[in-house]
Every structure is written in structure tokens, then in C-alpha cells.
């Protein structure tokens, strides 16, 4: 299938030969090419500092692409031809001069043109001043830059206000891969094309709200990175927060970008500001040490390649958030993130009340919520908890938990579910903005991080200690058992 000329497109993409790039950008690109979706005429100019030849570049991408690729979708032929695409230039980002052959590499051909960052945010001003100078940049140039933006409010200004320089808003594409995953955009669908939900979806029936991202690795090899970021800046301010936005927002007028993304806005802004006197009970931060992952011993935080001893970086944020507003009033919303984590999920429950009257087995009554069980990854799916009667002319009217079960790759059969970023590619490509963040998101998103962060540096405590393997510290069950309640693994 080949797309219109609305999405041929150049891709130029800084920091080709990086992790990221490597990993995820350019499995992506091939996928979207072997479905047909990556314009025939459309090429990709891969930068980096290494000093490599284009037929070099291209036969360690082939490698990483073999790598990174599931087996049954990659094709080495398919792949060839891909990269025939992608062309190389070695190029160090601080000369300005060098700069001016990305101008002649594009040619008199002055289309669509992506700029691709897969770099560190503090290079992307450099980045966007030189483009600017050699002449590379015009209306329909595209930007896509990486959160999170900055280490807090203050320096997401600043890179921001450096993108805002040389590109219009309406240029840039903030990607949270979050926001690429099938089963985050069918929140949407789920939410506001099913009547079912969309009426129950309040205080007056929902009790409570789980979000839950675990993580079995620890740092891998990031140490440098996450000990100055931690995981609240990783994971909260990044992508639970987005998430938490997409549950709680109010309907949109329509499915364009501003009206989406105004609907998230108004969400940050009523977030409960957390206070000192709010910390003991509705902020948990913890810290792995040694334990077992998967079957194997693994070193705790400190004793990490390159680890300082003394640190007190966090690798765990159990949260209780509760939103101002008419929606939400009085509906906690528990989410929690940490590494070191008995597996790798990511997940969303919702709690619905139980019915007002209730006439079974009072010894079931504990049963008697139902829930919506979303599951982000890794088995892609929604299952609805409900109550039936058990089976047998002995069972009298005994209730039992059953789920009504949409498991994607089940239900969709053999069609492939699509990585993240091939779908926000591919929203780039046709310069659609909706799965992407605005700039008031990101520094509503940070004031209220910064805001926890500056409590726990006032507070001096360090962050409590929980054995790798474990569902975090013992503080965060006592958070949500306060309440009269459990997480969903311990219920």
C-alpha cells in the first residue's frame, strides 16, 4: 500500500548511531516501510559523530536491525531495501559550518522535512540555532524531541524557550512513548465511544484508581542518567502522569489535538498540591538493595557499575493523588513505579463502587466491586471483572469473580500490534499532534513534581529501603491500606 504525497517526507535524524536510534527509531522506520506506510520517495540522512562511510553505517544497522527486530517480522532482503533509504554523514554537533551540507543533501526538493532528535535535550537549542543559520528549517519542518524535557520546571524553560526560538508549537512533536501504545489511545475509544463507561466514569461510581508501571531490571548500565534524574522524574513526570491525564481528563469537543490536550491540561492544573503535612501518608520513595530478579541474585542500588554508596536517589515513588475538581472529588488515584520489581507491567485498574444494596452471602460482600483491569504491557488488553453465580445445584446462590476478557493479540488473531513509535511516526509523518505533549503540559507536570521533589529535600529522609524482588517498601501497602484498601496483587 503507498500513502499519498501527504506524508512523503526527508527524516533527518541526529544521533543515528545511538542506543535509542538504534533500538527503537529505526525498527520503526523499517516496520513502516514493509507495511507500505514509508513513501517510496521519502529518504532518511542518519548524523553522528563516528567516522563511518554510508555502506559502514548501513551494514551495522542491518546487524541491529536483526537484533532489535522480532524474528518473524524481520526480513534481510526487506531490510536491504530499506536502508538503501539511508544515507550517513558523520557530523559533530557544535560546528556550525558542517551544518550547511545537510542543506545541500536535501537538494532543490524543499517538501516535508522531520528533524529527528535523538540526542540529549541539552543539545537540542545547539541543534535548532544551526539548522536555523544554514537555512534548513522552513514551515513545514517537523521536530520530534525526547522527554523528559529538562530536570525540572526551570530547565524545561529553558530548552523549550530555545525550541520556541526557531519552531512554531504547532512544529513540534514531545514524544512520550506511552502515548504510541495501542492500548493507551483506546483509552479514548473506551472512554467516550461506549456509553457503558462513559456514564459510570465518576465519583459517584468509581471508588478508586490503581496505575501501576514495575519494572524487573534495575538501572542497566544508566547510572550516570538516572542517579541525577530518579524515578520520579523517569517515570512520574514522564509517563504516569500522562497516563493518569488520559483516565481523568473530561471529554473533548472532538479528537483534535488542542482539544485533547487542553482536556490534560486541566487535569494537571486541579492535582492536589502535595505539602509537607501530605508527605507521610501520601508519598512513599524507596530504594532496592540486594535480592533476587527472575530467579537470580541481583546487587542492590549501591552496589550497581559506578554506583556512589552514599546515594539516596530514589527507585521507587508510590503516590496517593487526588484530583480538585467536580469529576473527581473524594477518588484517589494510587499509582506507583519502581525498578528492581517482581515483573515487568504496566497496568491501570479501575475500582467501581458496589452496589447500594447488597442481598447475597454476606461472607462474599468483599467480592462485590467489580473492576476494569487495563493492561498496558506486556500482554496488550482489557478484562472487566464481574460477578456471576457459581456453577452446581449445590452452590446455592455463591457468587464468583470472572473476567469479560479482550486480549489484543487473541482477539486480533495474526494482525500485528504495533510498536509505539511506528504509530507516533507515523502520526508525525502525517503531522497529526494528538498523541503528542504541548508545552503546558510538560511545565504543569513539573510544578507539581518539583513540588514533591523539594518537600522530600526539605524533609532530609532518605528513601526507605525494599528488597529487589519485592513489590517495593513496606510504606506503600500501608499507604493504600490506610485508606481500607489493597493493590491489586495483594488483594
Known sequence: MEDPDSTRCDLIVFGAMGDLAQRKLFPALYQLYRAGLLHRASRVLA??????????????????????????????DDAGRFLEKVDYRQLDINDVDAFVELDHWRGDDRGNLIVYMATPPSLYGTISRHLRSAQCCNQNTRVVVEKPIGHDLESSRVINDELA?????????????????????????LRFANNLFASQW??????????????SVGIESRWGYFDQAGQIRDMIQNHLLQLL???????????????????????????????????NTHVVRGQYTAGNSEGRPVPGYREEKG????????????????????????????????????EKLSRIIIHFKPAPHYI????????????????????????????????????????????????FSETFGHDRIPDAYER?????????????????????????VDRVIANWQASGEPPKRYTAGTWGPVASIAMITRDGRSWYEDA
Open 165 to 189: 526560538a526557531v519552531y512554531r508549537e504547532n512544529q513540534l512533536f514531545r514524544i512520550d512513548h506511552y502515548l504510541g501504545k495501542e492500548t493507551v489511545q483506546n483509552l479514548i475509544a
Open 47 to 76: 548524523l553522528a559523530r563516528r567516522d563511518l562511510d554510508t555502506g559502514s553505517a548501513r551494514q551495522e544497522m542491518l546487524g541491529k536491525l536483526e537484533c532489535h527486530v522480532r524474528p518473524n517480522d524481520f526480513d534481510k
Open 202 to 215: 465518576d465519583q459517584n461510581h468509581i471508588s478508586h484508581v490503581e496505575i501501576t508501571v514495575a519494572e
Open 307 to 342: 554506583a556512589d554508596p552514599g546515594s539516596q536517589t530514589e527507585t521507587f515513588v508510590a503516590l496517593k493523588v487526588e484530583i480538585e475538581n467536580w469529576r473527581w472529588s473524594g477518588v484517589p488515584f494510587y499509582i506507583r513505579t519502581g525498578k528492581r520489581l517482581p
Open 360 to 407: 447475597f452471602d454476606p461472607d462474599q460482600q468483599h467480592l462485590a466491586n467489580n473492576k476494569l483491569i487495563i493492561r498496558l504491557q506486556p500482554d496488550e488488553g482489557m478484562a472487566l471483572q464481574i460477578l456471576t453465580k457459581e456453577h452446581g445445584l449445590d452452590k446455592g446462590m455463591r457468587l464468583r469473580q470472572g473476567p469479560l476478557e479482550l486480549t
Open 424 to 448: 507516533l511516526l507515523w502520526e508525525v509523518m502525517k503531522g497529526n499532534q494528538y498523541l503528542f505533549v504541548r508545552r503546558d503540559e510538560v511545565e504543569y507536570a513539573w510544578r507539581w
Open 245 to 279: 491525564c488520559l483516565i481523568a481528563m473530561d471529554p473533548p469537543a472532538d479528537l483534535s489535538a488542542d482539544s485533547i490536550r487542553d482536556e490534560k491540561v486541566k487535569i494537571l492544573k486541579a492535582l492536589r498540591q502535595m505539602t509537607p503535612e501530605l508527605m
